[in-house]
C-alpha cells in the first residue's frame, strides 16, 4: 500500500492509532506464544508485543480471576477501601521482590508511566518526610526510556519520545550510560573500568546539584532505547554506593526487566543492588489488565507513616480490584511453572539460553553488529559496515523494515530506531513469553533471519 492509501484507510477509523503510514491488523485471539488477526493469519510473539508478556496468551486461569472478581466486586475507591485482594497481592509481591523490601508496601497504577510518576513523588515526598524538604530533583541517565507522561519524559533520554514536547517537560541532569559495543572509553576489560567512570559522572552531578537530588532512576538493562544492554561488572553496584553516600534514593525501574524476565525476580538482583524504589509493569500482570506497581522498602514508608501521615498522590483506579487479581493471578502462575528458571540464560537448556544461542547465530549476517541481553530480553543490532560500525541511514528504517518483513512472515519484533545517539543506529528487542519452546526458537529465528536478508539485500 502507498503512504496515502494508508493515511486514508487510518483516517477511516475512530482510533486514534499510533501511525497513519502503517497497516494495522486487527487482533483477535491469543494462544501461548501465538496471536491471530481477523483475516486468519497467526503470528509468533516473538517479543511478548513490547516485553509484556511473560506467561503466554490466552491463560484461563487468569481470565478467570478477573471475571470472578468483577463478578464480586468490580471497584471500590482506594479513599474509601482497601480489597482483599489488593492486600494478599501486596504481601506476596513484596516477598516476590525479596528480603530488601520486607515491611514495606506497593502502590499499584495503571501501568509503567503512571508508576514512574508515583515513584517520582515519592521519592520527593520521602526527602520532604526526613527533613530535606531542599531535595526535589531526580536524576537519569542518556538513551533510557521511563515513559510517556511529562514527569516521567522529563528523566527518560529517548530522544524522539520527547523531542517536541520539551517545552513542557521540567529538565534535570542525565548522565551518560555505559554501552560497551559502542564503549566511548575503548575498553579491553568489558568496561569494568568505564563503568566506574559513569559511576564518578553521577556523583559529579549530583554534587553539582547542591544537595537538591532526591533521587536517582535506572534501568538496570537498558530496554528499548538501547535495545537490551546489560550494565558493565561492578557499574550498578557503585551507583547504588554513590546514592547512599549522597543521601540519594535508589529507584530501579524494572518495568521491563521485572518480574522474572532477566531470569531472576528483579533483574537487580544479578548484580545485587537493593533499590529503595522498585517499579514495575509490563509483565507484571503479562498484559492481561493495565496494571503497574511501585514496591517501597520499609525506610520510605515509614518515613511517611511516622511524618504526615499521608502519601499525597492518588489516581482514580489505583489498585484497581480486576487488574491486581489479574496481577496476582499472573504472579501465581509464573511461580507454579518456574518460568522465572525458564528465563534465566545462565542455566544450561532453559527457553532463554536456547533464544540466546540461536540469536547468537545472526551474527553470520554482514549486517548483524551485535548480539546480546540477558535471560529473555535481548538485543540485535544492525550495522552497515561491521568493521566500523557504521549505522544505516536513519531515513532508511532498516528495523523498521525488518520488523514488517518479519510481521509478513508471521513473527512479531519490536524495532527501533537511534540507538546510537537518539537519531542514529537500528535495533531489535526480542522479549518472547517464557512459554516458547526450543521448536518455536528454532522457527522464528528461522524467520528473522531470512526477514534480515531480505531487508539487507533490498
Ligand atoms: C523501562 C520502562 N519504564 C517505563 C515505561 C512506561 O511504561 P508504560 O508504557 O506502561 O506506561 C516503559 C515502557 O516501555 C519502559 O520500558
Not at 538496570?220 to 546514592?243: F, H, R, W
Not at 514488517?404 to 518472547?432: E, W
Request: proline fraction near 4%.
Amino acid at each position: 500500500m502507498t503512504d496515502s492509501s494508508l493515511v486514508a484507510v487510518a483516517r477511516r477509523s475512530t482510533v486514534l492509532r499510533r501511525s497513519f503510514r502503517k497497516d494495522f491488523p486487527s487482533a483477535v485471539r491469543g494462544e501461548g506464544v501465538y496471536v491471530w488477526d481477523a483475516n486468519g493469519n497467526r503470528y509468533l510473539d516473538f517479543s511478548g508485543s513490547a516485553a509484556v508478556n511473560f506467561i503466554g496468551h490466552g491463560v484461563p486461569e487468569i481470565s478467570a480471576a478477573m471475571a470472578e472478581q468483577a463478578a464480586q466486586l468490580e471497584f471500590v475507591h482506594t479513599s474509601q477501601f482497601t480489597t482483599p485482594v489488593a492486600e494478599e497481592y501486596g504481601r506476596e509481591l513484596l516477598e516476590f521482590a525479596g528480603d530488601a523490601f520486607r515491611g514495606g508496601a506497593v502502590y499499584f497504577t495503571c501501568g509503567g508511566s503512571e508508576a514512574v510518576e508515583t515513584a517520582l513523588k515519592l521519592a520527593r515526598q520521602y526527602q520532604v518526610e526526613v527533613g530535606q524538604g531542599g531535595r526535589y530533583q531526580v536524576l537519569s541517565r542518556k538513551q533510557s526510556y521511563h515513559g510517556s507522561t511529562l514527569g516521567a519524559l522529563s528523566v527518560s533520554g529517548n530522544k524522539k519520545r520527547r523531542e517536541i514536547y520539551l517545552p513542557m517537560v521540567r529538565e534535570c541532569e542525565h548522565v551518560g550510560i555505559p554501552y560497551c559495543y559502542r564503549c566511548d572509553y575503548d575498553c579491553t576489560d568489558g568496561c569494568r573500568n568505564c563503568g566506574q567512570q559513569y559511576a564518578a559522572e553521577l556523583e559529579r552531578a549530583i554534587e553539582q546539584t547542591n544537595g537538591e537530588t532526591a533521587g536517582f532512576i535506572f534501568e538496570p538493562v537498558s530496554g528499548a532505547t538501547l535495545g537490551a544492554v546489560p550494565p558493565p561488572p561492578g557499574y550498578l553496584e557503585s551507583l547504588a554506593d554513590v546514592c547512599r553516600r549522597n543521601g540519594v534514593l535508589v529507584i530501579a525501574d524494572e518495568v521491563m526487566t521485572g518480574m522474572g524476565r532477566c531470569g531472576r525476580n528483579f533483574a537487580v538482583e544479578h548484580w545485587n543492588v537493593a533499590p529503595d524504589i522498585l517499579i514495575a509493569a509490563k509483565g507484571l500482570s503479562s498484559g492481561y489488565a493495565p496494571l503497574g506497581a511501585v514496591i517501597a522498602t520499609k525506610k520510605v514508608v515509614d518515613a511517611i507513616a511516622d511524618g504526615s501521615g499521608a502519601f499525597l498522590h492518588g489516581f482514580t483506579y489505583n489498585a484497581h480490584p480486576i487488574s491486581v487479581a489479574a496481577g496476582r493471578a499472573v504472579l501465581r502462575h509464573l511461580k507454579a511453572h518456574k518460568l522465572v528458571e525458564a528465563a534465566d540464560s545462565t542455566r544450561p537448556g532453559t527457553a532463554a539460553s536456547l533464544l540466546r544461542e540461536s540469536l547468537e547465530g545472526l551474527r553470520e549476517l554482514a549486517c548483524v553488529g551485535d548480539v546480546r541481553g540477558i535471560g529473555l530480553l535481548l538485543g540485535v543490532e544492525f550495522v552497515a559496515d561491521r568493521k566500523t560500525k557504521a549505522t544505516f541511514p536513519a531515513g532508511r528504517n532498516f528495523a523498521g523494515r525488518v520488523g514488517g518483513a518479519a510481521a509478513k512472515r508471521g513473527l512479531l519484533v519490536y524495532p527501533m530506531q537511534g540507538t546510537v545517539d537518539g537519531v542514529s543506529g537500528d535495533h531489535l528487542l526480542i522479549a518472547p513469553p517464557a512459554v516458547i519452546t526450543a521448536e518455536q526458537i528454532e522457527w522464528a529465528v528461522g524467520q528473522l533471519r531470512e526477514a534480515i536478508e531480505e531487508t539487507a539485500t533490498s
